[in-house]
């Protein structure tokens, strides 16, 4: 019996036969393709993690030596995560942490949220403590790292990241002018009262004064960029809500 190609039947099963195949194929792909997506996502994270306290260009970090580096600056067997108390979590490793995705998980108990503290040597073999942070900017997801010094208040370096921002305009929290306005502020602030070592909330501002010498207790400001304002707060945002909880850990290690 000849198959009619011209009828409706054919046409149909032709096309089902067809998104079958095309579906294999791709699903297969997918899944061939997983262990280097995943190996993909741990060196871009690894290298914003250095990003936070080093020139990447500068020291020639990229992603074919992006893991021997880390090795050479960050100890995993370091790292740790806390709880939104800023105590301690076992068993749980820092690195296999995805902030980006229990920030999106708007079922997640915040008191089940993790936070990741990675710990390092700098060029100048000094103790750095890197805190990621996560948050959202005017079109979408925001990220960062944020490099604390020995001292466990001064930040040292940082690194800010975005996936669909306004180029020229919020995209602008990855330059170095942005990044810049951080360095040498603290996350929290000595005093002479019982309050020593508090949180020190910050305050990204468009007015310039970020630039002037600021010495209000438990604040701190920095210049945001001129016609991003919404996505300057996304950053201001994450690092209040984030810092804070690491502010707790660095205080009861003082204690």
């Not at 990447?56 to 806390?82: C, Q």
């Not at 921002?165 to 002018?177: D, N, Y």
Request: glycine share 10%; with cysteine; hydrophobic share 35%.
């Amino acid at each position: 019996m000849a198959i009619n190609k011209e009828g409706n039947a054919f046409t149909f099963g032709f096309a089902i036969v067809m998104v079958a195949v095309v579906g294999t194929i791709l699903a297969s792909l997918a899944m061939g393709l997983k262990p280097q997506k995943k190996k993909n996502e741990e060196v871009k994270k690894k290298m914003d993690i250095l990003s936070a306290f080093l020139d990447l260009e500068k020291e020639g970090i990229t992603r074919a030596n992006a893991e021997e580096s880390f090795k050479k600056y960050v100890d995993l067997k370091d790292a740790i995560v806390l709880d939104p108390n800023g105590k301690v979590k076992k068993g749980i490793k820092a690195f296999d942490v995805d902030i980006k995705k229990e920030y999106r998980d708007k079922n997640l108990d915040p008191k089940k949220k993790n936070y990741p503290l990675f710990i390092g040597k700098n060029k100048k073999k000094e103790t750095v403590y890197i805190i990621p942070l996560v948050g959202k900017g005017l079109w979408g997801p925001i990220w960062g790292n944020i490099c604390v010094g020995p001292d466990m208040q001064t930040i040292y370096g940082a690194s800010f990241g975005h996936k669909t921002e306004t180029p020229g305009l919020g995209a602008e929290i990855s330059q170095e002018f942005f990044i810049k306005g951080w360095k040498k502020e603290k996350i929290s602030y000595d005093s002479s009262t019982e309050n020593s070592f508090e949180f020190r909330k910050f305050e990204v501002v468009k007015d310039g004064s970020g630039k002037d010498k600021w010495e209000k207790e438990g604040l701190s400001k920095v210049d945001g960029i001129t016609g991003g304002t919404i996505t300057s707060k996304g950053v201001e945002e994450m690092a209040n809500r984030c810092l804070k909880v690491y502010v707790k850990y660095f205080k009861s290690l003082r204690k």
